[in-house]
Nanobody
Framework: QVPLVESGGGLVQAGGSLRLSCAEA?????????MGWFRQAPGKEREFVAG????????DYAEFVKGRFTISLDSARSTWFLQMNNLHSDDTAIYYC????????????????WGQGTQVPVSS
């Protein structure tokens, strides 16, 4: 069983919005220092999208989503989110949430807990 569970993906038209959620699987607890979102488009490598410290004091975004995506978290519910606005067709990908015990993590290697991914197809 994967330790994290994403939800909220689905087909959306270009220009539309989606909100992805990530929560710990039932009975699982992960290291909570940096929480992140990654994505993998068909034929491409997985790439960092956004990250947030569990304290909420730091966030970071990939250049291609700045101004359109917002990462946030609800620490009381051990859940974090990715609000995606003004989606483009090239945002089409499988989106993964991840958790790291390291602070300020922005690459895949420090993240040791992953979800199974949720598909986000964006139609033009």
């Amino acid at each position: 069983q994967v330790p994290l569970v994403e939800s909220g993906g689905g087909l959306v038209q270009a220009g539309g919005s989606l909100r992805l959620s990530c929560a710990e699987a039932s009975g699982r607890t992960v290291s909570r220092n940096t929480m992140g979102w990654f994505r993998q488009a068909p034929g491409k490598e997985r790439e960092f999208v956004a990250g947030i410290r569990w304290s909420g004091s730091w966030t970071d975004y990939a250049e291609f989503v700045k101004g359109r995506f917002t990462i946030s978290l609800d620490s009381a519910r051990s859940t974090w989110f990715l609000q995606m606005n003004n989606l483009h067709s090239d945002d089409t990908a499988i989106y993964y949430c991840a958790a790291s015990a390291e602070p300020f993590a922005t690459t895949g290697r420090p993240f040791n807990s992953w979800g199974q991914g949720t598909q986000v197809p964006v139609s033009s």
